[in-house]
């Protein structure tokens, strides 16, 4: 589908809803919830009795076999069947299906009080585009949340998103959280499992939208079977694709910092050995980890550089469009050439001296091993920037993205 289907259909779906009169949508991602769905789906269609709101509630069910959608049903939901598997899945299905302005998402196992939707409302009516629970600022119940999640898991994982996206999120893996039509439109999520939660915050927090936190309680689940959360297995998905998500943390700084080190190291030894100690002495083999760093390095800013012309061509990062249209207008395929190629003519011509001098010796014992790792790893710093710059050129073509005289659209 392209851009102007996509705006057409959006349109129609707007026009639609406007006419159905719904204001808010409550969307219950469902898998053999028989147990508490039916709580969930009493307590919000009470909540919008309550509160005067025009309010529907959509239980997108991933393949229920309890009895789940009966229940639904029976009290008023309208159920959405997601045949793809993936709590991901069955939430961008229920989205997608829902006719609110603003759509509020909850489990199914009553964990989270569906009672609270209008606390969410009000949110959302003071101009938010996104309200997030925040279980921390309110009250976990006894039970409610293994030690492990409480302690460990969600503030990691929590500090680590807002480190890596300045997201400024209390409890960004909280499963209870609103948001309006149109953020979610913009925000493209795409993810089918658990990490579903994660490109959320991280696509609200690069699209700039109006966020606010309120304090919440989370009590301890009816499900009456284990859960579908698997923590380790979870809590790494969300970790991977956070950063997936983030590849100046993943690939620029450690590559810089490689890169760094063997810079000094390989600077620091050219004169000869350094003592450290009286024991302890380095020399020419740490030199040779030096370039090894170096190198290393370089290949890892290179693989940084690629992530970064993939995630926003492929329109992963919505924040720093800008910032790299004005690098990418300043480091050209040429430019890339030429650096990689001074650096190369230069380790070349410092080899093709040394080889002369030890030819000139009559292939006599080569004793310089130092400007011989020196010179050389200036030559393969060239190559590798020489190459990297043809890809990264090839990747902006086939991605539309501007390079030389491609233009990111």
Same mark, same amino acid.
């Given at each position: 589908?392209?851009?102007?289907?996509?705006?057409?259909?959006?349109?129609?779906?707007?026009?639609?809803?406007?006419?159905?009169?719904?204001?808010?949508?409550?969307?219950?991602?469902?898998?053999?919830?028989?147990?508490?769905?039916?709580?969930?789906?009493?307590?919000?269609?009470?909540?919008?009795?309550?509160?005067?709101?025009?309010?529907?509630?959509?239980?997108?069910?991933?393949?229920?076999?309890?009895?789940?959608?009966?229940?639904?049903?029976?009290?008023?939901?309208?159920?959405?069947?997601?045949?793809?598997?993936?709590?991901?899945?069955?939430?961008?299905?229920?989205?997608?299906?829902?006719?609110?302005?603003?759509?509020?998402?909850?489990?199914?196992?009553?964990?989270?009080?569906?009672?609270?939707?209008?606390?969410?409302?009000?949110?959302?009516?003071?101009?938010?585009?996104?309200?997030?629970?925040?279980?921390?600022?309110?009250?976990?119940?006894?039970?409610? !949340?293994?030690?492990?999640?409480?302690?460990?898991?969600?503030?990691?994982?929590?500090?680590?998103?807002?480190?890596?996206?300045?997201?400024?999120?209390?409890?960004?893996?909280?499963? !209870?959280?609103?948001?309006?039509?149109?953020?979610?439109?913009?925000?493209?999520?795409?993810?089918?499992?658990?990490?579903?939660?994660?490109?959320?915050?991280?696509?609200?927090?690069?699209?700039?939208?109006?966020?606010?936190?309120?304090?919440?309680?989370?009590?301890?689940?009816?499900?009456?079977?284990?859960?579908?959360?698997?923590?380790?297995?979870?809590?790494?998905?969300?970790?991977?694709? !956070?950063?997936?998500?983030?590849?100046?943390?993943?690939?620029?700084?450690?590559?810089?910092?490689?890169?760094?080190?063997?810079?000094?190291?390989?600077?620091?030894?050219?004169?000869?050995?350094?003592?450290?100690?009286?024991?302890?002495?380095?020399?020419?083999?740490?030199?040779?980890?030096?370039?090894?760093?170096?190198?290393?390095?370089?290949?890892?800013?290179?693989?940084?550089?690629?992530?970064?012309?993939?995630?926003?061509?492929?329109?992963?990062?919505?924040?720093?469009?800008?910032?790299?249209?004005?690098?990418?207008?300043?480091?050209?395929?040429?430019?890339?050439?030429?650096?990689?190629?001074?650096?190369?003519?230069?380790?070349?011509?410092?080899?093709?001296?040394?080889?002369?001098?030890?030819?000139?010796?009559?292939?006599?014992?080569?004793?310089?091993?130092?400007?011989?790792?020196?010179?050389?790893?200036?030559?393969?710093?060239?190559?590798?920037?020489?190459?990297?710059?043809?890809?990264?050129? !090839?990747?902006?073509?086939?991605?539309?993205?501007?390079?030389?005289?491609?233009?990111?659209?």
């Amino acid at each position: 589908m392209n851009a102007k289907e996509l705006r057409m259909t959006n349109e129609l779906r707007v026009a639609s809803n406007a006419h159905s009169g719904v204001e808010v949508s409550v969307v219950i991602p469902c898998l053999n919830e028989a147990n508490s769905i039916g709580i969930c789906v009493s307590k919000a269609i009470n909540a919008f009795h309550a509160a005067g709101l025009q309010g529907e509630v959509i239980v997108a069910d991933n393949g229920s076999t309890d009895g789940s959608i009966e229940i639904a049903e029976n009290l008023g939901a309208r159920v959405v069947r997601v045949e793809a598997r993936g709590y991901g899945s069955a939430l961008r299905a229920g989205i997608t299906a829902a006719r609110g302005a603003f759509i509020v998402m909850g489990d199914a196992d009553d964990s989270y009080d569906f009672s609270e939707v209008p606390r969410f409302v009000e949110k959302w009516r003071q101009g938010n585009e996104v309200v997030m629970g925040n279980r921390f600022r309110g009250e976990i119940k006894p039970g409610a !949340m293994p030690w492990h999640h409480k302690y460990l898991g969600n503030p990691v994982l929590s500090s680590l998103l807002n480190l890596f996206f300045r997201a400024g999120m209390g409890d960004s893996h909280c499963g !209870m959280r609103g948001f309006t039509r149109a953020v979610y439109d913009r925000m493209d999520l795409r993810s089918t499992g658990m990490e579903f939660a994660s490109e959320f915050v991280i696509k609200a927090a690069q699209l700039d939208a109006k966020i606010a936190e309120i304090p919440i309680t989370l009590w301890p689940d009816k499900r009456g079977r284990p859960p579908h959360l698997r923590s380790f297995r979870d809590g790494w998905r969300h970790l991977r694709f !956070m950063l997936l998500y983030a590849p100046n943390w993943l690939f620029l700084l450690p590559g810089a910092a490689f890169v760094l080190l063997g810079l000094l190291l390989v600077f620091w030894l050219l004169p000869g050995p350094r003592a450290l100690t009286a024991r302890i002495t380095l020399d020419l083999h740490t030199m040779i980890f030096g370039v090894i760093f170096a190198l290393l390095g370089a290949q890892i800013l290179s693989i940084g550089a690629f992530a970064k012309v993939f995630s926003y061509a492929e329109r992963f990062d919505h924040h720093s469009t800008v910032s790299l249209k004005r690098v990418l207008k300043k480091v050209t395929l040429e430019s890339g050439l030429l650096l990689g190629g001074a650096l190369f003519l230069a380790g070349f011509a410092g080899c093709a001296w040394i080889t002369w001098e030890w030819v000139a010796s009559g292939f006599g014992p080569l004793a310089q091993l130092r400007q011989v790792l020196f010179w050389a790893m200036w030559l393969f710093l060239g190559l590798q920037i020489i190459f990297a710059s043809f890809f990264l050129s !090839m990747l902006g073509i086939s991605r539309g993205t501007y390079i030389g005289d491609y233009e990111l659209k």
